[in-house]
């Protein structure tokens, strides 16, 4: 009773976290997009200024509008980060354990806090005068790049065992698991097509920022209307629709566990007879006659 307690609360806490980031990245996408670029900055393509220049009187306007565009991203990539740490922890209870675990969420908020600290230092550092607005944009491409390609490494390496082991409890247990197979490889499919045109787009901007800098000193041409439209648009287009997507699959999670009484629709979360983590070792002691416990997804 007290693991299945235990469990709920593990879940719930998952699945509110879950929704959060992405009311939250909604909201802040929604702030920039409400705003007309015009009150942010006079000019349409990225141009470098410095903080307190008197001669740009709106600086701050533009290092606000990249910082609500670093969180943004931020909160968007820290979806697929609480998919990646939740299946990281299910997975190792399943291959290791006798292996000693971290509390998901406490590996969530670490990672999600370094990169928050990345902000952070980025900020303080154009606030000081050490570089512009363009360095910023160039820091945050950088690093939004090398975490797109973590994402695509991890989440190719996590279903991949996820699916193994699905498919041997479903023997073991003579359940279909289909369904959250299925779940998987959508989420699978389109996490990685996410994040590998994320990593393009900002490759290719850190890229073309830095040798354009590097030749000419400055970031002022860099971009013609048409290609920054083609860099906003594939941008925050892909953004939309991961996010629509990741929305369907949870709620197709939720509506099929409703319709079949929160049984064998899958849904893993609320209900009894939903997937349920894989017990703790301490607790295989206890049971050693009852049947393998199912997994939740």
């Given at each position: 009773?007290?693991?299945?307690?235990?469990?709920?609360?593990?879940?719930?806490?998952?699945?509110?976290?879950?929704?959060?980031?992405?009311?939250?990245?909604?909201?802040?996408?929604?702030?920039?997009?409400?705003?007309?670029?015009?009150?942010?900055?006079?000019?349409?393509?990225?141009?470098?200024?410095?903080?307190?220049?008197?001669?740009?009187?709106?600086?701050?306007?533009e290092f606000v509008e990249i910082l609500l565009n670093g969180l943004g991203s931020l909160s968007l990539f820290s979806i697929f980060m609480l998919i990646l740490v939740y299946w990281a922890d299910i997975l190792k209870k399943y291959f290791y354990p006798d292996a000693r675990r971290s509390k998901p969420m406490i590996t969530f908020l670490v990672l999600v806090g370094a990169l928050l600290m990345v902000q952070v230092a980025n900020a303080v550092l154009f606030?000081?005068?050490?570089?512009?607005?363009?360095?910023?944009?160039?820091?945050?491409?950088?690093?939004?790049?090398?975490?797109?390609?973590?994402?695509?490494?991890?989440?190719?390496?996590?279903?991949?065992?996820?699916?193994?082991?699905?498919?041997?409890?479903?023997?073991?247990?003579?359940?279909?698991?289909?369904?959250?197979?299925?779940?998987?490889?959508?989420?699978?499919?389109?996490?990685?097509?996410?994040?590998?045109?994320?990593?393009?787009?900002?490759?290719?901007?850190?890229?073309?920022?830095?040798?354009?800098?590097?030749?000419?000193?400055?970031?002022?041409?860099?971009?013609?209307?048409?290609?920054?439209?083609?860099?906003?648009?594939?941008?925050?287009?892909?953004?939309?629709?991961?996010?629509?997507?990741?929305?369907?699959?949870?709620?197709?999670?939720?509506?099929?566990?409703?319709?079949?009484?929160?049984?064998?629709?899958?849904?893993?979360?609320?209900?009894?007879?939903?997937?349920?983590?894989?017990?703790?070792?301490?607790?295989?002691?206890?049971?050693?006659?009852?049947?393998?416990?199912?997994?939740?997804?």
């Amino acid at each position: 009773m007290a693991l299945s307690r235990s469990h709920g609360g593990a879940e719930t806490t998952v699945v509110t976290a879950f929704y959060s980031l992405i009311l939250l990245t909604s909201a802040l996408r929604g702030v920039w997009f409400v705003i007309p670029g015009t009150v942010w900055a006079p000019y349409y393509t990225p141009h470098a200024v410095m903080a307190f220049d008197p001669n740009v009187p709106r600086w701050e306007l533009e290092f606000v509008e990249i910082l609500l565009n670093g969180l943004g991203s931020l909160s968007l990539f820290s979806i697929f980060m609480l998919i990646l740490v939740y299946w990281a922890d299910i997975l190792k209870k399943y291959f290791y354990p006798d292996a000693r675990r971290s509390k998901p969420m406490i590996t969530f908020l670490v990672l999600v806090g370094a990169l928050l600290m990345v902000q952070v230092a980025n900020a303080v550092l154009f606030l000081f005068g050490y570089y512009s607005t363009e360095a910023m944009a160039l820091v945050n491409s950088v690093t939004l790049s090398a975490v797109s390609v973590v994402c695509v490494c991890e989440i190719t390496i996590f279903s991949h065992r996820f699916r193994t082991v699905l498919k041997t409890l479903g023997e073991i247990n003579q359940v279909p698991t289909e369904s959250q197979v299925r779940r998987i490889v959508w989420i699978t499919v389109t996490g990685n097509l996410f994040f590998l045109t994320r990593a393009m787009l900002e490759t290719t901007f850190a890229a073309q920022l830095a040798a354009y800098w590097h030749r000419n000193g400055s970031v002022a041409e860099t971009f013609s209307h048409s290609t920054w439209d083609a860099f906003v648009i594939l941008k925050h287009w892909s953004e939309l629709a991961i996010l629509a997507l990741m929305l369907y699959i949870l709620q197709s999670r939720f509506t099929s566990g409703i319709a079949g009484g929160g049984g064998d629709g899958g849904s893993g979360v609320g209900g009894n007879n939903g997937y349920q983590a894989v017990p703790e070792t301490d607790d295989l002691d206890d049971a050693e006659d009852t049947p393998p416990k199912k997994l939740s997804v």
